[in-house]
């Protein structure tokens, strides 16, 4: 969800409307596009994998092998949660917070950008809490539960942007590297990392680094072919059928950087809009793909999953999911870099791009 200068003005409560409007109100049936000719096998899935309103989504699995999911709030939910057993049917289960977190006084504030994490033995969900289009000292929060259904407990700020003072305090990004576990954050004003105490609660001061310049939000990293590879947005999300969204991607031998793009760029020489390489654009069909996370199937695959700020036939943010393959240790995003409308499914180990079907078009 982006916090940025660009939506100054903007009310929050009409913006979330807008891209949530009846957002739950089918949240246990899965929607479909209906614009490709469907396999009804059991061995293809079909996008918008549903429930509608799972914006910046982050996932997880339980120790049972069951998926978990969030979003960014609704008007019907902070923080939905939905279940699935084969990361392409999902059925809404209910809402990880009872009510908002206590440690904000703003009344407009929400709770945006879920992470849910494993570690040291319970479930926990970092969150943004922020204004739209203000910089009024937004943070980032969490909580924790013993099971990822919840409840979850709310443990206030990790810290806020007064405490670090450098870039816009919203969009987590939980890391333990080599035993050591670190926040990555930023939206539209740098993305930056700090050491987090042992119990993954607080900062350790004066441990701040650098990752990528602005006008990029929503950093993900993942571990894979000797790189550490970050995954960001960038462009505008939240306007529906105008939304620019779309995802780029740098990768460095070191988590701390420096990460480089394919064109051997460093991130944090890119301050524009769309300045790096692109791995998911948009379609005609599905508008501003992006604010992703990413998780390996059982035969360790990997899979993305992000949401698009509209479909075809509906102007609501919605989950999709399409495989990573990788080609020269750089990632290729459902084969041609755009959503797919069908594909086989995850954990079959089986995956021809002849049998993925693409979607209409890159939009403009």
Known sequence: MVDSHDHTGMERRSVLKTIGASALGTAGAVATSGSAVADDSSTHYHNPVGPIGFGDVTVIQAGD????????????????????DDLANWTYIDSAFDSYPDWRDDPD???????????????????????????????IGVAIADSP????????????????????CIDSEFRVVDGTPYMVWGSFYGFYGVELTGDGMDY???????????????????????????F??????????????????????SFFGPYYNQNGTDLRDLNEHHSGVAVLSGTEEFTGPGHNTAIQDANGDWWMLYHVEATENREDRTMM??????????P?????????????????????CSDVTSGIGISE
């Open 65 to 84: 092998g069951t998926y978990y999911a969030y979003g960014t709030e609704t008007p019907e939910d902070i923080v939905p949660i939905a279940t699935s």
């Open 109 to 139: 504030a929400g709770v945006w950008a879920p992470d849910i994490n494993y570690y040291n033995g319970q479930y926990y969900l970092y969150y943004s809490y922020s204004t739209w289009g203000s910089q009024d000292n937004p943070g």
């Open 149 to 168: 259904a919840g409840p979850f407990e709310d443990q206030g700020p990790v810290f806020r942007a007064e405490d670090l003072g450098m870039t816009n």
């Open 204 to 230: 350790v001061p004066d441990t701040t680094f650098h990752l990528a310049g602005d006008n990029r939000e929503g950093g993900m990293i993942i571990q894979e072919n000797g790189y550490y590879y970050l």
């Open 232 to 253: 960001y947005s960038t462009g505008h999300c939240c306007e529906g059928y105008d939304s620019t969204y779309e995802v780029e991607v740098g990768r460095s031998e």
């Open 321 to 330: 999911i399409d495989r990573i393959q990788w080609e020269n240790d750089w």
């Open 332 to 352: 290729v995003v459902a084969c041609d870099g755009t959503p797919s409308t069908q594909s086989p499914m995850p954990g079959t180990g089986s995956y021809d």
